[in-house]
């Protein structure tokens, strides 16, 4: 009896250990569905997985991994609601977390999350953000009614709001949450708005385990970027490939000054600097000057189809790693940089004006004009 005792509770402890070795997230759902019924979640290092809405309920579950944030959506917000339809659910350990879906028709991002704190953090920080972030769209369309969101006053004065409101928020946000997981992911997912003053200070807030995190250790790389994106700075070589999957290597553009052009195929001031980038490209290419497109695409497809539409007659390359963030702490596009025939950094250009009255621009009319 005290060996079958004793096997009982081993058995036991395995199951314990199996269950709390996933995450699961169960539902509540009121409302007509309209026969759509599937609810799916996925996350990068897995496959997609679905189950069906039984009575109003449902119950999926995938393993537990470090920093594991599997997004959640359902198949009625795919087909009668518009909008991205799904959303993250930010937990930082296995375990049940709940989701009530008081009104479907609100959709599955509208219920209420609730049994991880990490998730739960995360709505609110959300909803208050979409709160800030339409009453900052309200604001600029009042004031640039008949201007286009390219223009370059638009893009000034709606990174002026941004800096007044969003990143306060997002600071006390880190701040009060240093130790925990939800501290650094926030940290992580808005790295690239923040000055490297309060990037630097919140990350050394956090603490020993959430530097060692995902988002922690992405934003000590776009750190090191900050310390290497400087003038004088000699470039750290790289290679990143072509479209016909060619390796290019930054090196073998040594002896030209090169401009290093950061952009992506959804940036739409990108594309409106191409006519102007052209147009210096055909005065000054030569043995001493070339032009360097590094895509920041994650979707290799778009850059593909993009370049097609652009029809660029410069070298055109995909970050694929990373070189953007961990060497040159880009934080917006388009952002270039102009580079010496030795490799170093000459200076750097955020934006690039479709006038050609920018900075980079002054510099190769006195460099070759």
């Not at 402890?13 to 997230?25: D, E, L, R």
């Not at 109003?56 to 991994?65: M, N, Q, V």
């Not at 709940?98 to 599955?108: E, I, N, S």
């Not at 963030?325 to 025939?341: E, G, H, K, Q, W």
Request: charged share 25%; aromatic share 10%.
């Amino acid at each position: 009896m005290r060996k079958l005792f004793s096997v009982l509770i081993m058995i036991g402890c395995t199951v314990g250990a199996v269950a709390q070795s996933k995450v699961v997230i169960r539902g509540t759902v009121k409302g007509d569905l309209k026969g759509y019924k599937k609810v799916y979640i996925f996350r990068d290092d897995i496959e997609q997985d679905s189950v069906e809405i039984q009575d109003g309920r449902f119950t999926i579950s995938i393993p537990w991994a470090k920093d594991t944030v599997p997004c959640l959506y359902s198949e009625y917000d795919t087909k009668m609601r518009q909008g991205p339809p799904a959303f993250p659910i930010v937990v930082d350990g296995p375990g049940v977390v709940y989701l009530d879906v008081d009104d479907v028709t609100k959709g599955f991002r509208a219920g209420r999350i609730r049994g991880s704190k990490s998730a739960a953090a995360f709505q609110a920080f959300e909803e208050e953000r979409e709160k800030m972030r339409n009453e900052i769209r309200a604001e600029m369309n009042e004031r640039f009614k008949n201007k286009s969101k390219n223009d370059s006053a638009y893009n000034k004065a709606h990174l002026n709001l941004v800096q007044q409101r969003l990143i306060p928020y997002i600071c006390n946000f880190v701040e009060a949450n240093a130790g925990s997981y939800i501290g650094a992911f926030i940290l992580g997912r808005y790295q690239a708005i923040l000055p490297q003053e309060e990037l630097e200070r919140l990350y050394n807030k956090l603490g020993a385990r959430q530097k060692g995190s995902g988002p922690g250790i992405q934003v000590a790389e776009r750190l090191t970027g900050f310390k290497r994106a400087v003038t004088g700075f000699q470039v750290v070589d790289f290679t990143l490939n072509s479209p016909d999957e060619q390796p290019v290597t930054f090196s073998s553009l040594r002896g030209k000054y090169v401009l290093i052009d950061f952009w992506s195929s959804w940036c739409g001031p990108c594309k409106a600097s191409f006519p102007h980038m052209k147009e210096l490209y055909q005065k000054y290419r030569g043995e001493k000057f070339e032009i360097l497109g590094i895509s920041i695409d994650q979707d290799k497809t778009a850059w593909l189809n993009e370049l097609k539409k652009q029809q660029l007659p410069w070298p055109q390359v995909l970050d694929t790693k990373n070189i953007s963030v961990n060497s040159f702490a880009v934080t917006a596009v388009p952002t270039a940089y102009l580079i010496s025939p030795d490799g170093k950094i000459i200076m750097k250009q955020v934006g690039f004006g479709e006038e050609g009255d920018g900075e980079i621009e002054k510099k190769l009319k006195e460099l070759f004009d």
